[in-house]
């Protein structure tokens, strides 16, 4: 892919100095779009997760599962955006599931495609448990950039805002337990030839902890890896970046794995000191331990890396 990247790019070079060369002006390259980034609202992202978290436990097969789906196309088309719930079959352990997709659509004034994701379902299994950062945090984030970007986006992707169930697998991940949305999405865009329009997958998973230390997988794409850290750069937030020791399994891998460019925007440090990840999954994970500030962050770090896509 890259080399492929490098020689249109030296192509395009070429056709420009060649039109120079006949004295016509070579034509300017695209101003980034604009980007509400001002708009973007931590405390807006927070009662989002507060409202959702109505909804819980989310588990995925359960009429809440189903109950939450509805509720984020109802949210996202309250917030401009069209929106439908897609309904699949997929085989779980001992069985088969209908899981809920939610895809809201915002179209761009050229072509390619941007995808923001998020799951929404909850780990099962847990007593008491809501899932605060895990899953409702990713869920706020998306839908306040559904708000703002709604009637401002004049980029040329299209942006998409897919909201994932099963996430969580049952027993442990496999091809048939967890990462069922997102497997789900990668398979249609395969079978649908759209592989090649996709610009972008951003995922967010767990990114609302107050003590926000976001633990970029190093299985992401290079380039958009480094478009996070230029974006937390320049939101004043490089130290609360860095990178994962190891390989995250997360809604970004069957996209990577379908040849997409995809990167996981997670923070797996949490808990209740520094450095241990002691809330996830369980009945602590709960909204006070989030804050408005870090998902504003995310939702900045988002907005900026979108004028580089
Ligand atoms: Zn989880």
């Known amino acids: 892919m890259k080399p ?14 060649l039109a120079a060369g ?22 807006r992202a927070l009662a989002e997760i507060r409202s959702f978290l109505a909804i819980s436990p989310r588990d995925a097969g359960t009429p809440n599962a189903q109950r939450a789906a509805d509720y984020l196309a109802g949210a996202l088309r309250a917030h401009g955006v069209a929106a439908e719930r897609q309904d699949f079959a997929d085989a779980v352990p001992g069985g088969a599931t209908i899981f809920h997709n939610v895809i ?30 895990d899953s409702g945090s990713g869920v706020g984030v998306l839908l306040e950039l559904a708000r703002i970007l ?30 069922h949305g997102s497997r789900h999405l990668a398979q249609q865009l395969v079978a649908a ?50 990178l994962a020791p190891g390989p995250v399994l997360d809604d970004h891998q069957p996209f990577l794995d379908a040849g997409l ?28 331990k989030l804050s408005a500030e870090s998902l ?4 900045r770090v988002v907005l900026r890396m979108l004028t580089e896509l």
């Open 104 to 133: 809201g659509r915002l179209p761009g004034r050229g072509a390619g495609l941007v995808i923001l994701c998020a799951h929404f379902d909850t780990k099962s299994g847990i007593p008491g448990f809501v899932g605060a950062n």
């Open 4 to 17: 492929d990247a490098v020689l249109v790019y030296g192509c395009a070079a070429l056709i420009l100095a």
């Open 150 to 179: 709604a009637p401002t986006w004049q980029g040329a992707p299209e942006i998409w805002f897919a909201f994932f169930d099963g996430e969580e697998c049952r027993t442990d991940y496999g091809p048939h337990d967890g990462l």
């Open 296 to 299: 504003q962050t995310i939702g």
């Open 261 to 288: 460019p995809a990167v996981d925007l997670i923070d797996f440090i949490y808990g209740s000191a520094p450095g241990l990840n002691d809330y996830w999954h369980t009945e602590a994970d709960t909204l006070d």
């Open 22 to 43: 006949c004295g016509a002006p070579p034509a300017p390259p695209p101003a980034p779009p604009a980007v509400p980034l001002a708009a973007c609202d931590g405390a």
């Open 193 to 242: 030839g759209r592989t090649n329009d996709v610009h972008a997958v951003i995922l967010l998973d767990m990114i609302g902890d107050r003590d926000l230390t976001v633990t970029l997988p190093p299985n992401g794409d290079a380039r958009l890896l480094a478009l996070v850290l230029d974006a937390a750069a320049q939101e004043g937030a490089r130290a609360k970046f860095g």
